[in-house]
C-alpha cells in the first residue's frame, strides 16, 4: 500500500519571528566584533608604523628594514649560481618598446666623442680611456631575455654585446694579491665593480659573482639596432640576475674595488644587491 506524501505545513508565525530576532541579534554582534577587530588591527597597524619610522637609520633607512635588505641579500645570494640561466626566448617574442628611468642621461651623448673610463686595473697606470670600437672587437654575444623592472613589469628584449668575463680577460683588474690575474681564481679579484654614467647622476655598485655570471653583458646593441640615447647609447649593462635598476645606462666609467661602492637606489633606501 502507498501512502499519500505529506503536505507541508506553513511554519508558526511565533517561532518565525523568534528566528528572525535570533539571526539579527547574531548579525549585530558579528559587526561590532568585526568594528572592534578592524580597529584593533588599524591601531596596531598604525603604532608598528610609527616604531618602525622612528628607529636609528642604518645606511638611510630604519634598522629593521636595513635587517629586511641585509636578509634579502642574504636570501638572493645564496640562490645565485654561475650556472643558474635566465630563460631565454625566440628573437620573435621580442615585446614592445618600453622606455623607463632616465637619470644620468639629461643630454644626448656624442657618440664620437664618448669614451669608457676604466680604473684598478692590474697594470697599474692611470685610468684607462676605451672607445666603442674596443667593446666591439671582444667576442659578440646575442641572447634574448626577459627584461625585469622592480616596478613590476617585464618585458623581452634581445640585446648583443659583449660578456663581461671577456672585457676582463682583455683589460684585467688588479688582484687582491698582486699576481697574475685568472678567471679561475675567483677568490683573487677584487670583490666589487661599479659603473657610473659620464655626468656621474647614475652610479651602481655590482658584486663580482654577478658579473662573472656568463649571461653579464656589456651592450651596445638592443632588438636588432645600436642603442638609441634613452636605452642608454652607446654602452649600457644587462645583468639578467638583477633587477633594472641595475642595469646601468650609458656607461661612462668601470671601476673595479674591494670595498663596496656606492650605488644609487640604496643610498636611497633600497636594496644593494637587487637580486633575482
Sequence with gaps: MVSAPEVPTA???SELEEWNCQVRRRMRHQSRRSFLLWGAGLAAGAGAFEWLTTRPATGG??????????????????????H???RTFDPKQVGPDRVNGDIGLDEDVDFAAWKLRVEG????????MLG??????L??????TEFKCIEGWSVIVQWAGARFTDFMKTYPPLTRSGGAFSLSRTEDLPAYVSMATPDEGYYVGLDMESMLHPQTL??????????????????????????GVKNIKRIGSIRYSNKRPADYWAERGYDWYVGL
Design 139 to 144: 667576442p659578440r654575444v646575442e641572447m634574448t
Design 132 to 137: 666603442l670600437g674596443a667593446i666591439r672587437k
Design 61 to 82: 633607512v630604519p634598522w629593521p628594514l636595513r635587517k629586511t635588505l641585509e636578509l634579502n641579500e642574504r636570501l638572493a645570494r645564496g640562490l645565485f649560481s654561475e
Design 218 to 243: 656589456l651592450c651596445y646593441e638592443r632588438n636588432g639596432a645600436p642603442l638609441s640615447q634613452e636605452h642608454g647609447a652607446p654602452l649600457r649593462l644587462v645583468a639578467t640576475l638583477k633587477y
Design 121 to 128: 686595473l692590474a697594470s697599474g697606470s692611470g685610468p684607462l
Design 11 to 13: 511554519p508558526d508565525p
Design 84 to 86: 643558474r640561466l635566465s
